[in-house]
C-alpha cells in the first residue's frame, strides 16, 4: 500500500480483556516495528521484526505482550489480561531492510484505552 | 544507558524562527532525527542528520549537531501556524547492536501564535 496502515483506529476495552492490533507495512519493507506512546511521552521501542530472523522483543514491557509477524507482511500486537497502565497509542513503522541509515515510516497508530 | 531529553514546550511568534533543542548521552549515536506528530496523526520524519555532520539544510529547516556537546536542534525559519506540532528528537544507538529501533525524547510541543 501507499503506507503504513494500523487497525482499529481506536480500541476501548475493560480491564482484563485482550486485545489484538494490526499493522500493514509499506508492501516490499522487511522491517517492521511495533513503539507505544504513552501520553504526553516519546515513543518506547517494544519489538522489531527483520525479515526471517528471531524478533528482537527487548522492549515488551510484560509476558502479556506479544507479537507475531506473517513473513514479511502483516503483524498484529496482542496485549492479554489487559491493564489500566497499557492505556496509550500504539505506533507501528517500517523500514526497507532495517539499516541504520534507512527511514521508518509510520503508521496513524491505534489509541487504546482500558477502562 | 541512552537518554534523549527536550524542553517540553516552545511558543513563538508567526514569521518568526524557531528553535527546538535536544541533548543526548550515546556517543556512538550514527544517525539523529526529527520527527513532526500532528494532532491524530502517525509521525512525520522530518529530516536526519549523520554523525559526521555539523549541519544540514533543508528548505527551512536547518539541523544543527555539536557532538562535543551531544546536543542537536532544530531550526524553523519563518514559522507558520501550520508548523505547530509536537517535534520529537530521534537517535539510533550503535550500542543497539542488531537492532535498529528509535529512541525518543519525550517531545516538544510547538504552538505558532497569530
Known amino acids: 500500500g501507499a503506507g503504513v496502515s494500523q487497525s482499529p483506529s481506536n480500541k476501548v476495552t475493560e480491564k482484563g480483556k485482550d486485545v489484538e492490533l494490526r499493522c500493514d507495512p509499506i508492501?516490499?519493507?522487511?522491517?517492521l516495528y511495533w513503539y507505544r506512546q504513552r501520553l504526553g511521552q516519546g515513543l518506547e521501542f517494544l519489538i522489531y521484526f527483520q525479515g526471517n530472523s528471531a524478533p528482537d522483543k527487548s522492549g515488551l514491557p510484560s509476558d502479556r505482550f506479544s507479537a507475531e509477524r506473517t513473513g514479511e507482511s502483516v503483524s498484529t500486537l496482542t496485549i492479554q489480561r489487559t491493564q489500566q497502565e497499557d492505556s496509550a497509542v500504539y505506533l507501528c513503522a517500517s523500514s526497507l531492510a532495517g539499516g541504520f541509515a534507512e527511514t521508518q515510516y509510520f503508521g496513524p497508530g491505534t489509541r487504546l484505552l482500558v477502562l | 544507558g541512552e537518554d534523549v531529553e527536550q524542553s517540553l514546550f516552545l511558543s513563538v511568534r508567526e514569521g518568526d524562527s524557531s528553535v527546538i533543542n535536544c541533548t543526548y548521552t550515546?556517543?556512538?549515536?550514527?544517525?539523529l532525527y526529527w520527527y513532526k506528530q500532528e494532532p491524530g496523526a502517525g509521525l512525520q520524519l522530518l529530516t536526519y542528520?549523520?554523525?559526521?555532520?555539523d549541519m544540514k539544510q533543508d528548505q527551512r529547516l536547518t539541523v544543527l549537531l555539536n557532538k562535543k556537546d551531544k546536543h542537536l536542534s532544530l531550526r524553523i525559519a519563518d514559522t507558520q501556524t501550520g508548523d505547530s506540532a509536537i517535534y520529537f528528537c530521534a537517535e539510533i544507538p550503535f550500542s543497539s547492536g542488531s537492532a535498529r529501533q528509535l529512541t525518543f525524547g519525550s517531545g516538544t510541543q510547538l504552538t505558532v501564535l497569530p
Open positions: 550515546d556517543s556512538s549515536s550514527t544517525y
Open positions: 542528520i549523520f554523525s559526521n555532520m
Open positions: 508492501s516490499g519493507h522487511t522491517a
